[in-house]
């Protein structure tokens, strides 16, 4: 039987969001986790990638969003919003992009890319981003040399 205060712990912390290994951490079996999908307990959003309702739908918990179907089974991988995601989260540019854009570590094992997501595969160090709640988003410097490879890191 699942803990339902752990998972409601772990999705605070990304804003309705969980996956199904936290899903697992927190008790719940395969099996629980296609119950409470199938009953509308559960919002199954991606592979993997639940969310609780009640959930307030913002720019960050999109974030939070991609950010976990980017890990994906590798919890080691290092991801942050970036580019023009980054620029209009920092109040630099007026509109919101058509996609989230998210700087990878490590190449995805995933072959489909949703239409939605930007993948730029790079280097990242712990100066390159700055942790908010539930991913991590490029600082405002490094966001614009992304952008403007001609500025000098």
Same mark, same amino acid.
């Given at each position: 039987? %699942? ?13 309705? !969001? =969980?996956t ?6 927190? %008790?719940?079996?395969?099996? &629980?986790?296609n !119950?409470?999908?199938?009953? %509308?307990? #559960? ?8 969310? +609780?309702? %009640? ?5 960050e918990?999109? =974030?939070?969003? #991609?950010? @976990? #179907? ?7 991988? $290092? ?7 980054? @620029?209009?989260? !920092?109040? &630099?540019?007026?509109?919101? /992009? ?9 190449? @995805?094992?995933?072959?489909? +890319? /949703? ?8 280097? $990242?160090?712990?100066?390159? !981003? ?13 966001? +614009?040399?992304?952008?403007? /490879?001609? $500025?000098?890191?």
């Amino acid at each position: 039987m %699942g803990d339902i205060g752990k998972l409601r712990n772990i999705s605070n912390r990304q804003r309705g !969001y =969980f996956t199904t290994r936290q899903a697992m951490a927190a %008790g719940y079996s395969n099996v &629980l986790c296609n !119950y409470h999908v199938a009953n %509308g307990h #559960w919002l199954k959003v991606d592979r993997s990638v639940y969310r +609780l309702s %009640g959930y307030a739908d913002t720019i960050e918990s999109q =974030f939070v969003r #991609w950010v @976990l #179907w980017a890990i994906g089974e590798n919890c080691s991988r $290092l991801i942050a919003i970036s580019h023009y995601s980054a @620029l209009y989260y !920092y109040g &630099l540019q007026e509109t919101r /992009p058509s996609k989230t854009y998210l700087s990878v570590t490590r190449p @995805l094992q995933r072959k489909v +890319l /949703p239409e939605e997501c930007a993948l730029h595969l790079t280097d $990242l160090a712990s100066a390159d !981003y700055v942790r908010k709640t539930g991913f991590n988003i490029t600082t405002p410097y490094r966001t +614009l040399c992304d952008l403007r /490879p001609d $500025l000098v890191y």
